[in-house]
């Protein structure tokens, strides 16, 4: 099973900024969580970070052609604005996954709009880290016909 976990801006500062709304555990940790989830599964797992919105596109349209079987994606700000990141998941047609590490309905209110969610099979928000292994889990058991697209 090969799965991309794409994460967007800022998430490279995973333990610096705003500590009190994504953790103190830094990016490295969860890099270390994703894989040590893929040796557990069995899995290939790529992290794709960028704060480029040109270059998370491009990312999700190599995935087309890399043989890539579920997206992981954490859009950052790009959720609620980026319609071209939809329109480039929209175009992929493996299980893609929505995670928010807060709880994105409880916060400001220009984050409780995704534009990215209506074309993705679940989104997950609130549940810290945590979400990165429930949304692999989610895509693995898409595979293992647990679960319906």
């Given at each position: 099973m090969k799965i991309l976990v794409i994460n967007g801006p800022n998430l490279n500062f995973l333990g610096i900024r705003e500590k009190s709304?994504?953790?103190?555990?830094?990016?490295?940790?969860l890099l270390?969580?994703?894989?040590?989830?893929?040796?557990?599964?069995?899995s290939t797992i790529e992290v794709f970070q960028s704060n480029h919105e040109g270059a998370i596109i491009d990312r999700i349209q190599d995935s087309y052609f890399d043989g890539t079987e579920g997206?992981?994606?954490?859009?950052?700000?790009?959720?609620?604005?980026?319609?071209a990141i939809r329109d480039a998941l929209a175009s992929i047609t493996v299980p893609k996954v929505e995670v928010h590490?807060?709880?994105i309905t409880q916060r400001e209110e220009f984050r409780k709009i995704s534009?990215?969610?209506?074309?993705?099979?679940?989104?997950?928000?609130?549940?810290?880290?945590?979400?990165?292994?429930?949304?692999?889990?989610?895509?693995?058991?898409?595979?293992?016909?647990?679960v319906e697209k």
């Open positions: 709304v994504y953790g103190t555990q830094d990016y490295d940790y270390q969580m994703i894989a040590d989830k893929g040796k557990e599964t069995g997206i992981v994606i954490n859009p950052g700000a790009f959720t609620h604005y980026s319609y590490i807060s709880d534009v990215t969610a209506p074309v993705c099979d679940k989104q997950i928000y609130g549940q810290g880290l945590d979400g990165y292994l429930q949304a692999i889990t989610f895509i693995l058991a898409f595979f293992n016909k647990e």
